[in-house]
């Protein structure tokens, strides 16, 4: 039998005490990773026109900043970089002094406590700017420009090494490859760092919200899109398929990607999965609707921003990576007076 509810909700709701004390959802700044991008060159702070308040830092910045991030409450950063170079193999992503790892280095030696997570992929470092090698026709069964999926993985295999010889303590591996999560780990492994988490981007939309992200990595695809690896926003079944193989092959946390289209598949994912964290990552094109809208004074930013990243809680996600967090963290530290 259902309950019979005689009493009535709005009793709950009559003072800002009362309503703090029945909140079911509650945003810390300690949820947040703030994504960083990273380029060459010495004093760089150039801000992303489709994404204001948001940098790309040369790596002398990045001590300021991990400082600045850290004492916000903010655990965690994840690190994109734009090499100086871009060929077909996307080569600075292992080197020794690529753009990562040079971050890396610096970041931990100024804020050692920092949690540092990369992004493995190859979209940023080819210069077809496509997520993995591409067939160029030497394979005749697939289609020119397909994203290879086994050569990729030896590559993405010695990206997270470097990145974890550089002392990365989360790899995020994010190109959507067949048993991306299971050649990582055993590269890991057997380079001693069995120890060192794998953040699955577990489930990623072929979403058109990364649209500034593009301009800020500087990575948009030379031709063709990312269909072929990438998810078709209109499935959610497949959401569950995809996260039961990065869990099979060892991932130990996963993510969602967009979030705000998204909500219903983190949800999902958050119930079908719930031993293992869930990540959301809140987009570069979600950030850019609000600080447009907010900048033209038609939606109240602070509230807005604040709603939206409750709202992303409140389906299931554990952290969220997104370029609100040093504001959203203000403004959780200092509420509003009403
Ligand atoms: C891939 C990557 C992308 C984003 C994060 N990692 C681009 C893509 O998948 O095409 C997009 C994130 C955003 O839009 O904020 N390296």
């Known amino acids: 039998m259902k309950p019979q509810f005689t009493s009535r909700p709005r009793r709950l709701r009559h003072s800002p005490a009362l309503r703090n004390m029945v909140r079911e959802t509650e945003l810390n700044a300690s ?93 940023e470092y080819t210069d077809h700017g496509h997520c993995g090698i591409i067939n160029d026709g030497s394979n005749p069964n697939l289609p020119k420009g397909y994203v290879l999926n086994d050569p990729t993985l030896e590559v993405l295999a010695k990206v997270a090494v470097s990145h974890a010889q550089a002392g990365a303590d989360i790899i995020a591996p994010s190109g959507m490859m067949d048993g991306m999560v299971k050649g990582i780990r055993s590269a890991l492994d057997v380079a001693g760092f069995e120890h060192l988490p794998i953040l699955s981007y577990s489930v990623k939309y072929a979403s058109a919200f990364y649209g500034p992200f593009r301009e800020a990595a500087e990575s948009p695809p030379q031709f063709g899109d990312r269909r072929t690896h990438q998810m078709d926003p209109a499935n959610v079944r497949e959401a569950l398929r995809e996260s039961a193989l990065d869990v099979n092959e060892g991932a130990d946390m996963l993510m969602v990607k967009p979030a705000l289209s998204y909500l219903d598949v983190i949800h999902r994912v958050h119930t079908s999965f719930p031993e293992l964290p869930l990540v959301a990552y809140n987009v570069s094109g979600e950030y850019a609707m609000v600080k447009a809208a907010s900048a033209n004074g038609w939606l109240d930013e602070r509230a807005v921003t604040l709603e939206m990243l409750t709202s992303i809680k409140r389906a299931g996600a554990d952290m969220i990576i997104t370029y609100h967090a040093k504001d959203a963290a203000r403004w959780i530290r200092d509420p509003r007076e009403s």
């Not at 996307?90 to 050692?112: L, R, T």
């Open 31 to 123: 949820d947040f990773i703030y994504p960083l991008f990273v380029r060459h060159g010495e004093n760089v702070r150039a801000e992303i026109k489709s994404m204001p308040g948001i940098y790309q830092f040369s790596v002398d910045q990045l001590a300021q900043e991990a400082r600045e991030v850290f004492e916000l409450g903010i655990p965690a950063v994840i690190l994109f970089g734009i090499p100086a170079e871009k060929d077909s193999h996307g080569s600075e992503n292992f080197a020794k002094d690529g753009i990562v790892q040079q971050a890396i280095h610096v970041i931990k030696a100024a804020v050692p406590e920092l949690i540092v997570v990369t992004d493995v992929c190859m979209c």
